[in-house]
């Protein structure tokens, strides 16, 4: 038999309750599939996250993940989401704030110790610089990594690999090499126009008469 309580509360009242608990800190608050969103100043990020934690009705003592988000056509590109749980009430809901390559973000290590990790990451991943974490380093790329691989500017391939050289008896840097190019074919489909059949389409049906041969398939270009 099911449990009488709900997997999760309701979302009825949070919008309010934060409003009042937050005031001007908060920019906006809006429910968005079944979740609320709250976008707060960035340089009110720390005092609002102490607010969501101890005011009672909202009570959100968990900090469970900080991510971050790539916006290029904004002037603030960078968008901060802390995502944070009320173990009393059974209730989740997104924190927002944005930044750019420049403006750091207040530090909430303060409040959760585990911060320092979170923050670390998104600084590795996207550059967003956090103001009061006390070892603001890389954390998931590799030593002397140049650039952050999160952003939407960054090629998917990177700019360097590194492989263990047996000659040299150690792990080096190298510019990216692909194995092979990304293929770009040439040869138009048949409905477009094509002067031959593709290699393959001759077993499906007959030539027709004065039509081309099929091209053999080492004789398309690669």
């Known amino acids: 038999m099911g449990s009488p309580h709900p997997r999760f509360t309701s979302n009825e009242g949070v919008i309010e309750r934060v409003r009042t608990a937050l005031g001007d800190r908060l920019i906006d608050a809006l429910e968005h599939v079944g979740e609320i969103k709250l976008i707060v100043k960035r340089e009110a990020i720390a005092d609002a996250l102490r607010l969501l934690r101890d005011t009672p009705g909202l009570e959100y003592q968990q900090l469970m993940e900080i991510a971050g988000v790539d916006h290029p056509d904004r002037e603030e590109r960078f968008e901060v989401v802390y995502c944070m749980l009320s173990l009393t009430r059974n209730h989740r809901l997104h924190v927002h704030v944005a930044t750019d390559e420049e403006k750091p973000v207040p530090s909430v290590t303060a409040l959760w110790p585990v911060a320092g990790w979170l923050e670390r990451e998104v600084y590795d991943l996207y550059g967003v610089l956090f103001d009061g974490n006390p070892d603001l380093r890389r954390i998931i790329t590799d030593y002397g990594f140049q650039g952050h691989p999160l952003r939407k500017d960054f090629p998917m391939t990177g700019y360097v690999e590194l492989r263990y050289s047996e000659a040299d008896k150690r792990v080096v840097y190298e510019p990216v090499k692909l194995a092979q190019d990304f293929r770009t074919f040439e040869f138009l489909s048949p409905w477009e126009g ?27 270009k690669k």
């Open 194 to 220: 094509a002067k031959y059949v593709l290699p393959g389409d001759e077993k499906a049906s007959p030539q027709a008469p004065g039509a081309p041969s099929p091209v053999k398939a080492d004789e398309v």
